[in-house]
């Protein structure tokens, strides 16, 4: 029995129509399940365009909205069922990095404040000077002088930096899952680098498994493990990272691999691209159909399945029929 | 294609006053482009480049002063200008493409108005139907659903904003459009239909584009010239595939190391160290601090920029003392 857990089983979400003039519900996430545990530590990219649903996957596993139907379990229990004590044990072992360096912080307290609160609210630290050790030590982890950082506000620090605070203030939380919602997409590419760097480390070094969540391909492929492709709430293609991006099977992944841009012109972005950005809510069968070149008529009516293409890397695709079916499941359990 | 000069900027310096100090964002930045011409600016963040983008199209604004240098836009020196034709020369030649896109339309007003605006100062309420035609016509050339065009700006998606952006800010055919960092905050495959819309005004009215960015694999899908910013100054320049392929400038080689690949799996590399603060520049040349092939000199004084293997390059590494520094040589794009 692993020390943690966190399981999707079937999770989905579909958010309501808000009033009556409103089109209709929203599948925004489709049922999807996997599992994180502290035996394995990796890191799971989720990777998908506007709309793909990956930002509401990551408010279901950090418990800040409810499945439609399906369960996710901390620990064996499920969310909405935790005690006080396991809820409090749930925030401080699953840790959000958030998306906007610039709006995620209260600028009038100091980078003390934001740094001291965790320790004192899960009573991490045994005494102030103890925290004021643990502090010094963490930042120094993720690269800042605490000379130079302690005593400011927020809004005297580049993003790169807050981004990096972010990290030294969940760092002290020791948790044992990251969800990184786009870390790295408002900040320059120099210190992209550095904080996807971060990243690793803190996996490699703490054991910390990461869900990185991004629409950026190339930075999923240079860091993560396993990858999922979302696209309008269905899990497209996933599995092994190196597979799935060096050997796309779904069209979709090809075309968000070839919207890479590259600093070259060989791979070019002159070739056309289609898109559609109507609701397809109520629509039956795979959601990629209108822009898929492979597409036929059953693809409009037929839902596809997850089929297993080889070890740890699977498919929802008609293309792929003929291969057996598989479970979601199995592939953040095999490695 | 003809070679009409669109813009001539000449040693163009802005400084921003604080209490503290003075600092210089943009010094002495020089170039030339001509007709249908595409300019890539890229750097990280406070290297100048929206300082430069915004001082091209006249909007500098206090804190920060055009302190010296020149703007010449087709024949006229924008800043010898009378106020009032001053002011019809930008409205009318210069197109400029905010950042934010999200927070540059009237949330209160229709999208189709938005656009009148843009077209009819002036122009009495029953006019305006002429401008229907126009309206849909630049609507549907950045790829605009017509029936956007009675929505409000909050009923659209980011893309689709933009592009409104885009077309809005282009629907006077200007001669020149500076378009800063109009992608960003968007995902990938929006990215890539904002490039094309862009694209596409460009190719139309076959004006001069300074596109400003972050990040060289999407300036690379755009443009023909590079300029590579650092702390204020141009500190290499030239032909987009030059540079891409042969980068010599310490600092240039940095950033294209530093773009995450779909093709091959390696450690990501970033850029050791941080940009220099601007009120505390070193004495000699702005990158040596993080610099990893740094020589004596560089600590000692600031190289310029000089011409050198086919490109602009402001490095003592590739200073060769031959006197050309002859700043009118163009460095054309193929």
């Known amino acids: 029995m692993p020390d943690f857990s966190l399981t999707l089983t079937e999770a989905s979400k579909t958010y309501r129509a808000q009033s009556r003039t409103d089109k209709g519900a929203v599948k925004a996430l489709l049922p999807i399940s996997l599992r994180v545990t502290d035996e394995s530590p990796r890191v799971i990219a989720v990777a998908g365009e506007s709309g793909s649903g990956k930002t509401t996957l990551a408010s279901l596993i950090l418990g800040f909205q409810q499945p439609t139907s399906g369960n996710v379990e901390f620990n064996g229990v499920q969310l909405a069922k935790l005690s006080k004590k396991q809820k409090s044990e749930f925030r401080r072992t699953v840790q959000p990095v958030l998306q906007d360096p610039f709006a995620s912080y209260n600028q009038f307290y100091k980078i003390d404040h934001i740094l001291r609160m965790p320790l004192i609210k899960y009573g991490i630290a045994e005494s102030p000077s103890h925290a004021d050790a643990l502090i010094r030590k963490t930042l120094s982890d993720v690269g800042l002088v605490p000379e130079q950082t302690l005593g400011r506000y927020p809004t005297q620090l580049s993003g790169g930096q807050r981004q990096r605070i972010m990290l030294a203030r969940l760092l002290l939380c020791e948790p ?41 391909v190339a930075t999923a492929y240079q860091i993560s493990d396993e990858i999922i492709v979302l696209y309008r709430g269905r899990v497209a293609e996933a599995g092994q990272t190196r597979k799935v991006i060096e050997s796309p099977k779904h069209p979709y992944t090809e075309s968000l691999i070839s919207s890479v841009p590259m600093p070259d012109r060989i791979h070019s972005w002159d070739s056309e691209l289609a898109t559609v950005t109507h609701n397809l809510a109520n629509e039956t069968g795979c959601e990629y159909t209108a822009i898929c070149q ?15 293409v080889a070890g740890n890397h699977f498919v929802a695709c008609r293309l792929y029929d003929d291969l057996p079916e598989a479970q979601l499941f199995d592939v953040l359990k095999a490695n | ?32 482009l001509n007709r249908g011409e595409k300019l890539g600016i890229v750097g990280e963040s406070g290297s100048g480049k929206s300082t430069l983008g915004t001082a091209i199209c006249g909007l500098t604004k206090y804190p920060a002063r055009v302190t010296s240098g020149s703007i010449q836009i087709g024949e006229q020196m924008l800043f010898e200008l ?23 339309l009237n949330p209160s007003m229709r999208i189709r108005d938005q656009f009148l605006d843009a077209l009819s100062r002036g122009v009495s309420r029953k006019d305006q139907n002429r401008f229907d035609d126009i309206i849909e016509a630049r609507a549907q050339r950045v790829g605009l659903d017509l029936s956007l065009l009675t929505r409000y700006p909050h009923q659209l998606s980011g893309g689709q904003k933009q592009r409104v ?16 960092e109009p992608t960003s905050a968007l995902d990938v495959i929006i990215q890539r239909q904002v490039l094309k819309s862009l694209s596409e ?13 972050h990040d060289i694999g999407l300036l690379a899908q755009f443009v023909d010239i590079l300029a ?56 000699g040349c702005s990158f040596e601090p993080r610099c990893e092939e740094k020589i004596e000199k560089c600590s000692i004084s600031s190289p310029s920029l000089k011409v050198a293997s086919a490109r602009k390059i402001a490095c003592w590494l590739y200073d060769s003392d031959d006197t050309s520094t002859n700043t009118s040589v163009r460095v054309r794009g193929s």
Request: glycine residues 4%; charged residues 20%; proline residues 6%.
């Open chain 1, 176 to 216: 044992r899952l990251i969800v990184a919602d786009e870390p790295v997409s408002m900040i320059d590419s120099s210190y992209r680098a550095i904080i996807l760097n971060l990243l690793m480390k803190l996996k490699d070094q703490y054991g910390i498994s990461i869900i990185y969540i991004t629409h950026d």
């Open chain 1, 294 to 308: 492979h597409a036929v008529a059953q693809c409009k009516v037929v839902e596809p399945k997850i089929r297993a």
């Open chain 2, 1 to 32: 294609m003809s070679t009409e000069l669109i813009v001539r900027i000449s040693d163009l310096s802005v400084t921003y006053e604080t209490k503290a100090s003075t600092v210089t964002a943009v010094n002495e930045v020089s170039f030339n």
């Open chain 2, 82 to 104: 009378p106020q009032k034709e001053r002011r019809a020369t930008m409205l009318r030649d210069i197109a400029y493409v905010p950042q934010a896109a999200m927070n540059s």
């Open chain 2, 165 to 180: 952006v885009i077309a809005i800010s282009t629907i006077l055919s200007p001669k020149l459009i500076v378009a800063d």
């Open chain 2, 201 to 213: 005004v460009q190719v139309a009215s076959n004006a001069a584009v300074v596109l400003i960015g």
């Open chain 2, 228 to 283: 590579v910013m650092y702390a204020g100054k141009i500190v290499e320049m030239g032909a987009l595939e030059t540079l891409l392929t042969n980068p010599k400038h310490p600092y240039t080689k940095k950033l294209i190391s530093s773009i995450p690949s779909v093709l091959r799996r390696s450690n990501l590399a970033g850029i050791p160290g941080l940009p220099p603060s601007l009120s505390e520049l070193p004495v």
